[in-house]
Nanobody
Framework: QVQLVESGGGLVQPGGSLRLSCATS????????MAWYRQAPGEQRELVAR???????NYADSVKGRFTISRDNAKNTVYLQMSSLRPEDAAVYYC???????????????WGQGTQITVSS
């Protein structure tokens, strides 16, 4: 079994900062891409940021310059540093990892349970 556990969500004022963490545990052979998605009420889930095992990063245009994704391969953990937060950043944030559970299994996507970010004064 594989588990992804997010932490760091909560309430923040506009202009504030938060750091999300997502730790992956369980039967892990190799983790490839890790990413953060978000979903606001009534909206589709959208990609926020993605990072490859080698550290190549991609961001949604709406968060470029404000959010930074990073990872610690030794800890199987991905982070999302969020700054200059706006009310429109409020959503449930999900982490995902594309990984193999063994050298003989195909890579599959695994998801965390989500963490709520509220941006309000």
């Amino acid at each position: 079994q594989v588990q992804l556990v997010e932490s760091g969500g909560g309430l923040v004022q506009p202009g504030g900062s938060l750091r999300l963490s997502c730790a992956t545990s369980g039967d892990i052979f190799q983790i490839y891409d890790m990413a953060w998605y978000r979903q606001a009420p009534g909206e589709q889930r959208e990609l926020v940021a993605r990072i490859s095992r080698g550290g190549v990063r991609n961001y949604a245009d709406s968060v470029k310059g404000r959010f930074t994704i990073s990872r610690d391969n030794a800890k199987n953990t991905v982070y999302l540093q969020m700054s200059s937060l706006r009310p429109e950043d409020a959503a449930v944030y999900y982490c995902t990892a594309n990984l193999q559970t063994s050298p003989y299994s195909p890579a599959s996507d695994y998801w965390g349970q989500g963490t709520q970010i509220t941006v309000s004064s």
